[in-house]
């Protein structure tokens, strides 16, 4: 998605670790004509998926995840980053270990809101790894939902967590791919897609 791509160039700035710092506009203070844009390209790009519902994790998904379904008229469910150990019998959960604190947590979302009948797509800010990403889908494939597809801001294409996930059969779309990034040169290629328009 260009319009992504351009704004990274611009605003993003890369980090030692492999980590690219997009808060100034997409996950701390948030653009939302970007953010709306965002959510109408998941859309495009999902809405032969027959999607019941979204699932994301908190914090930084929610926003994304909100704008994106008002154009799918879906609710939003978010995972619970759980910090307690007695977890009540009533949630499905899963373990992620995470890339920006080097901690693993569990994530946890109600049996109430997930179910055999639920089309599920995930949406995230970041894929990595893929760990978070992984976690939801476990989670859906725990709970019978079908696993529709997942839609992702911005994939960092030289970590695994891209290639597991499409190996897994997940239909998985990212708006922008980055390919490599040099902190000191400052300098940012992404994957180029023959698709894209915007
Ligand atoms: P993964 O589980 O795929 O390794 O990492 C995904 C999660 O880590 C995302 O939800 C995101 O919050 C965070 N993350 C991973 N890489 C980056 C990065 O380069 N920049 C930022 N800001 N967050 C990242």
Not at 25 to 40: C, R, S, T, Y
Request: net charge neutral; glycine share 10%; aromatic share 8%.
């Amino acid at each position: 998605m260009k319009l992504l791509e351009d704004r990274i160039r611009k605003n993003g700035v890369i980090q030692e670790g492999n980590v690219l710092k997009v808060d100034s506009f997409l996950n701390h203070q948030m653009d939302i004509d970007l953010i709306n844009e965002i959510g109408k390209e998941f859309f495009r790009r999902f809405s032969d998926a027959g999607v019941s519902k979204i699932l994301t994790i908190e914090a930084s998904g929610i926003g994304i995840a909100c704008i994106a379904a008002q154009y799918f008229h879906v609710p939003v469910v978010f995972a619970k980053k759980n910090k307690t150990k007695n977890i009540a019998g009533d949630v499905f959960t899963a373990k992620v270990e995470s890339f920006t604190h080097g901690k693993t947590y569990d994530i946890m979302v109600s049996r109430q809101f997930l179910g055999p009948k639920d089309r599920i797509l995930l949406i995230d800010d970041f894929l990595a790894n893929g760990k978070a990403l992984e976690g939801l889908a476990n989670i859906v494939q725990e709970s019978g939902a079908f696993l529709a597809g997942a839609g992702i801001v911005i994939e960092k294409g030289f970590q695994p967590g891209g290639r597991l996930l499409r190996e897994r059969g997940i239909r998985l779309e990212s708006l922008a791919v980055v390919e490599s990034m040099d902190e000191k040169a400052g300098e940012l290629i992404f994957r180029q897609d023959p698709w894209d328009t915007l």
